[in-house]
C-alpha cells in the first residue's frame, strides 16, 4: 500500500477524535517506529510502499488509536530527557513535568546546566534514591547524567520493576532496584540498614478522587491507578512517609525532591517544614502550576 494512503486513512478516522495535527504526529512516530522511515521521507517520496504485514501493522494501531489507547503504550515507548524509555500498562507514561522535576535536580547539583558536561559529578560514594521509580524514568535519566552516583530505585510493583529495568539495561546505567512498599518499613527496613542518601527524590501517588474528573479519559482507563490515585482522606501519605524515611536516611545536607499535586503545593510544603528541613521552596512547572518541592536535610 502506498503510505501516503494510509495517512489519508488516519485523517478520515481519527482527526475527529484527536484534531489533523496530533493524527499527524501520531503518524509519524509510526512510520518512524515501524518502518525507520523519517516525516521528511514521506514528503520527498510521496509514492513510498509497504508491505502487507506491515499495512495490517498500521491498521492494527488505528484501531487502537481509535479506542484511544496512549500511543505510547501502542507502540512500547516513548522519551523522557532525551532517553528512550520502554512503557507498558504497568508504568505511568513519563509526564514533561517529570522532565522538569530532572532538570532541576541536575541544576541543582552541577551549578549552571551544560547539556555537553556530564552533571552532577561527585565523589563515588554519592547515593540517589528514587521511590515509586516506575518506569525508571527519573533514576534513569539521574544516573545517566551522574556517571559516579551509585543509584537506587524502589518501586512496590514487580512489574513495574521489570520494565525498569529493561530501560536502565538499555540505557547502559546500573541501578540497584528493590521490590519494597514505602509505607511498609518491614519490607525495606533490612536492605537501607547501613545505607544513606544524598538525595531522595520520588514522584510518588498523588491524584485524590475528587480531581479525577480532571483526568484525561484515555488517562483513567490505560493507566495503572496504582501510580495514580490515593485516598482522598489522607493524600499525602506517601508524601508524609518519605519524609520521615529522609529524616532518617539522608545524610546531613542531603536532598530531598517532590513532584507534587498542584492543589497541595502549602500543605506538602508544611510537612517538610515540619520535619526540619531547611531551604524549603515549592516550585512551579511550565503550566505555572506549584508541581516540586524541594528541602535540605539540616
Ligand atoms: N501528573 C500525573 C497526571 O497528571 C500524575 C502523576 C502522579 O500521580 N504522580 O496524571
Redesign the pocket.
Known sequence: MVLKELQHIFHIELDAIYGQHEVDSFFYLCTEHYLSVARIQLTLEPELTITKPETDTFFKVLEDLKQQKPIQYILGDTEFFGLPFKVNENV?IP?P??EELVDMIIRNHSGPYDCTQDVLREESQFKILDI?TGSGCIAISLAKNSPNAKVYALDVSLEALKVATQNAKSNNVEITFIEADILNASTWNLFFENLEFDIVVS?????RELEKQE?QPN?LEN?PHL????DDNNPLIFYKAITDFAVKKLKPKGKLYF?I?QYLGEETKALLADANFEDVTLLKDLNGNDRMLKGEKI
Open positions: 505511568l509526564r513535568e517529570t515509586g514522584n510518588p501517588p498523588y491524584v483526568i488517562v493507566e501510580a495514580l490515585f490515593v513532584e499535586n
